[in-house]
C-alpha cells in the first residue's frame, strides 16, 4: 500500500513536499516515483528514483524545481518541490514496483501505485 500526503493549495512561487508512505512492500529494494495527472490530460512521468536513491531522473518541465528522495528506514518516498507554476497543478501519485531500470519509466512500468494527493497552485 502507498499512502500520498502533503498537497495542498498555494500561490505561484511556493514549495510544497509531498510524501509518499509505503508498506506491504519491499521498498528498500523498489524502484519508486511521481507521476502527476492534470484534468484531461494523460499521466505523465514526474520524477524517478533508483533502490538507493543514488540515480534520479526528472521530466523537463521539473527539472531543477524539484527534488526527488527516499528513506529506506522510513519506507519512504519524497517528492520536493519548489517555485511552483500553476502549471504544476494536477493530482500527484507515487508509484513503486516494476522490473528493469528505475529510470525514465512510463506508468505501465510500475506495479504499485497511491491514491494521489492534489496539487493546486494559483497565480
Known amino acids: 500500500q502507498l499512502v500520498e500526503s502533503g498537497g495542498g493549495s498555494v500561490q505561484a512561487g511556493g514549495s510544497l513536499r509531498l510524501s509518499c508512505t509505503a508498506s506491504?512492500?519491499?521498498?528498500?529494494?523498489?524502484?519508486m516515483g511521481w507521476f502527476r495527472q492534470a484534468p484531461g490530460k494523460e499521466r505523465e512521468a514526474v520524477a524517478s528514483i533508483s533502490t538507493d536513491g543514488g540515480s534520479t531522473d526528472y521530466a523537463g518541465s521539473v527539472g531543477g524545481r524539484f527534488t526527488i528522495s527516499r528513506d529506506n528506514a522510513k519506507a519512504t518516498l519524497y517528492l520536493q518541490m519548489e517555485n511552483l507554476k500553476p502549471e504544476d497543478t494536477a493530482m500527484y501519485y507515487c508509484a513503486a514496483g516494476g522490473m528493469g531500470s528505475c529510470l525514465f519509466r512510463k506508468p505501465s512500468d510500475f506495479t504499485y501505485w497511491g491514491q494521489g494527493t492534489q496539487v493546486t497552485v494559483s497565480s
Open positions: 506491504g512492500l519491499a521498498f528498500s529494494t523498489s524502484c
